[in-house]
């Protein structure tokens, strides 16, 4: 633990769990303070308790739906009862559905973007005036679909294609506020939800859970599947001083997974 965030403030959505506990847990451990946003009440208070053990960091919690601008709202308004401040805004909160393309309802397409596009166009808005005022950091926490569609996803590289833009064109506005954008780009990464996807292909294809995995880190070449803290520790950096002149850049953390070159 080096501190380098020492008196600064995050904002993660998503953070009851995989990824989003694992970035909050890596910020606490750089100094910051955190506000976790999730749904699940006991989940949040589990995580928030063993982050600050484990730290001595504040880490506070809000239980809200964010696929509404009345719970981003609900959200920013935690941020000025509890800090009053805020000098990072993860945006990681959402999970598309896959399926065929002609069986996949006008309301699963609406619910894919409400949380994960819609929640971070939404907070960034509303928490930019003080973002700008800390001379702050955003990060959006995408996904490697956005630069690999594929037809049995199109939910998924839909709104990820369209966070990946939109965090692009947020980096200009970053340029001449003087608050870093940046976007990470998660591979399939284990977690809870991974694992229950897992379950249900494998029982498809008429194999094990782990023959499924290995088949994915074989056909793809990899050494492993990700971690949730491989992504955290790309987080981690990106929200330090030392990067400040990292800006408007898309990282992915998938092992070598995705193939091309953008």
Same mark, same amino acid.
Do not use: Y
């Given at each position: 633990?080096?501190?380098?965030?020492?008196?600064?403030?995050?904002? +993660?959505?998503?953070?009851?769990? *995989?990824?989003?506990?694992?970035?909050?847990?890596?910020?606490?451990?750089? *100094?910051?303070?955190?506000?976790?946003?999730?749904?699940? &009440?006991?989940?949040?208070?589990?995580?928030?308790?063993?982050?600050?053990?484990?730290?001595?960091? /504040? +880490?506070?919690?809000?239980? #809200?739906?964010?696929?509404?601008?009345?719970?981003?709202?609900?959200?920013?308004?935690?941020?000025?009862?509890?800090?009053?401040?805020?000098?990072?805004?993860?945006?990681?909160?959402?999970?598309? =559905?896959?399926?065929?393309?002609?069986? &996949?309802?006008?309301?699963?397409?609406?619910?894919?973007?409400?949380?994960?596009?819609?929640?971070?166009? %939404?907070?960034?808005?509303?928490?930019?005036?003080?973002?700008?005022?800390?001379?702050?950091? &955003?990060?959006?926490?995408? *996904?490697?679909?956005?630069?690999?569609?594929?037809?049995?996803?199109?939910?998924?590289?839909?709104?990820?294609?369209?966070?990946?833009?939109?965090?692009?064109?947020?980096?200009?506005?970053?340029? /001449?506020?003087?608050?870093?954008?940046?976007?990470?780009?998660?591979? =399939?990464?284990?977690?809870?939800?991974?694992?229950? +996807?897992?379950?249900?292909?494998?029982?498809?294809?008429?194999?094990?859970?782990?023959?499924?995995?290995?088949?994915?880190?074989?056909? =793809?070449?990899?050494? %492993?599947?990700?971690?949730?803290?491989?992504?955290?520790?790309? #987080?981690?950096?990106?929200?330090?001083?030392?990067? /400040?002149? +990292?800006?408007? &850049?898309?990282?992915?953390?998938?092992?070598?997974?995705?193939?091309?070159?953008?």
């Amino acid at each position: 633990m080096t501190e380098e965030l020492a008196g600064k403030v995050a904002v +993660i959505t998503g953070g009851s769990r *995989g990824i989003g506990a694992a970035v909050a847990g890596r910020l606490a451990a750089e *100094g910051a303070d955190c506000l976790l946003a999730a749904r699940t &009440v006991d989940d949040l208070s589990a995580t928030a308790e063993s982050i600050g053990q484990a730290t001595g960091r /504040r +880490i506070e919690t809000c239980a #809200v739906d964010l696929r509404s601008l009345e719970g981003c709202e609900q959200l920013a308004a935690a941020v000025d009862e509890h800090f009053g401040r805020v000098d990072i805004l993860v945006n990681n909160a959402g999970a598309t =559905q896959g399926g065929p393309f002609l069986e &996949v309802s006008d309301e699963t397409w609406v619910d894919g973007f409400a949380l994960k596009f819609w929640a971070a166009v %939404r907070l960034s808005r509303l928490l930019w005036p003080q973002l700008k005022e800390a001379k702050g950091t &955003v990060v959006n926490i995408v *996904g490697g679909f956005a630069r690999t569609p594929a037809p049995d996803f199109l939910i998924g590289g839909s709104v990820n294609a369209a966070l990946a833009n939109f965090s692009k064109g947020l980096a200009g506005l970053g340029l /001449r506020d003087d608050v870093n954008v940046n976007t990470v780009h998660p591979g =399939q990464t284990v977690t809870s939800r991974l694992d229950e +996807i897992f379950v249900n292909r494998a029982a498809q294809a008429g194999v094990t859970p782990e023959e499924f995995k290995q088949g994915i880190i074989d056909r =793809q070449g990899l050494r %492993r599947l990700g971690e949730p803290d491989d992504v955290a520790n790309v #987080v981690a950096f990106l929200c330090l001083p030392a990067s /400040r002149h +990292i800006q408007g &850049v898309a990282v992915a953390v998938d092992g070598g997974g995705t193939a091309g070159l953008f």
